[in-house]
């Protein structure tokens, strides 16, 4: 006859133990980010793109200042050459600057 009768109620989750968990998952994934361990999946394409866009920004930039100060000031192609190389430098520093940086 006792075998029909159902058993004590389970205990109930505790509610401290719930918070433990999630602060500790908190915890655990601000250590990884910290430290570097995972990235977000769609970091290294938008470092990518941010990569392309400072070169070919840099090289556009400075060609079309160059050669529109050339063509003002009549002194083609060498504003063109100068501000052309100082875009392509300038492009590559922020490239280089941006690499050394942690990803969030």
Partial sequence: MTENQ??????????RIESLNERL?????EEARRSGES???GDGYRLGNRVLA???GGMVGGA???GTLDYFLGTSPWLLL???ALGIVS??????????????
């Fill in 25 to 29: 998952a908190r915890a655990k994934s």
């Fill in 82 to 84: 100068v501000l052309l």
């Fill in 54 to 56: 400072e070169l070919i």
């Fill in 64 to 66: 079309v200042i160059g």
């Fill in 6 to 15: 159902p058993g004590p109620d389970p205990l109930p989750e505790d509610a």
């Fill in 91 to 104: 492009a590559f520093r922020n490239i280089i600057r941006i690499s050394g940086k942690r990803p969030k």
């Fill in 39 to 41: 990235a977000p999946q």
